[in-house]
């Protein structure tokens, strides 16, 4: 299983970019990169996948560099709501036995 | 749409009870999967089911059994609880290749 590392936790203002790096040295060559996101009290909600290169849908991007030992998370201008716990997920999707371990994930609070 | 539901939401226990935690979902997914997350850490994978008619272990399924009931439902069942396992229990399904897991919103269960 691919080991993901995470920054424990991050602080950010209303308005501002919020970039969050996940390192996975040893991704596999099937593996995915899958963000989710966990508000208190609520299941982790999907936010954004990729396998390569840049991936961005409606509420954020996705940045893999070519040896995609890392991933970066980008959230444009922040607000309030997006107060909450990210994980960064590695994995094989093509096989639906494969486990996906979740890490400590990344805290970010976003202040005023 | 409900997406996956789980019950109940919360739970009390003594030690030595008996309990079955139900799922279901109403996407049409073949995958489900049982997490729990202790406070303050990532979610770590109890059992799944890649497929209706099938179950495997995951990370953690020491004191836990499964039941895939059918293609909507799958049941988690503590047979003797223990303290060690008071946590907040996910359940999650997965459509296919290459797509993310769906979660629900969690089973509160404090075993006294």
């Known amino acids: 299983l691919a080991k993901t590392t995470q920054p424990i936790s991050m602080d950010s203002y209303e308005g501002q970019e919020v970039n969050i790096t996940c390192s996975h040295n040893?991704?596999?060559?099937?593996?995915?990169i899958t963000w989710y996101q966990q508000f208190p009290s609520q299941g982790p909600r999907f936010i954004i996948q990729?396998?390569?290169t840049k991936v961005t849908n409606e509420v954020a991007s996705l940045f893999i560099p070519a040896d995609r030992k890392s991933s970066t998370l980008s959230l444009p201008r922040v607000s309030l709501s997006d107060t909450a716990v990210y994980y960064c997920?590695?994995?094989?999707?093509?096989?639906?036995?494969?486990?996906?371990?979740f890490g400590g994930g990344t805290r970010l609070m976003v202040k005023p | 749409n409900a997406g996956v539901t789980q019950t109940p939401k919360f739970q009390v226990l003594k030690t030595g009870q008996s309990m079955t935690l139900q799922c279901a979902q109403d996407?049409?997914?073949?995958?489900m999967y049982w997490y729990r997350q202790d406070p303050g850490m990532g979610l770590r994978l109890i059992y799944y089911?890649?497929?209706?008619?099938?179950?495997d272990k995951g990370e953690v399924p020491n004191g836990y059994n499964v039941s895939r009931l059918n293609k909507r439902e799958f049941s988690l069942r503590l047979e003797s609880a223990a303290p060690s396992q008071t946590s907040v229990y996910f359940c999650?399904?997965?459509?296919?290749?290459?797509?993310?897991?769906?979660f629900g919103d969690g089973t509160r269960l404090s075993i006294l």
């Open positions: 999650a399904s997965r459509g296919g290749v290459g797509q993310p897991q769906h």
């Open positions: 040893n991704i596999a060559t099937n593996d995915y």
């Open positions: 990729g396998y390569k």
């Open positions: 997920l590695v994995g094989d999707l093509n096989n639906a036995g494969n486990m996906l371990t």
């Open positions: 996407m049409n997914h073949n995958s």
């Open positions: 089911s890649a497929s209706e008619g099938t179950t």
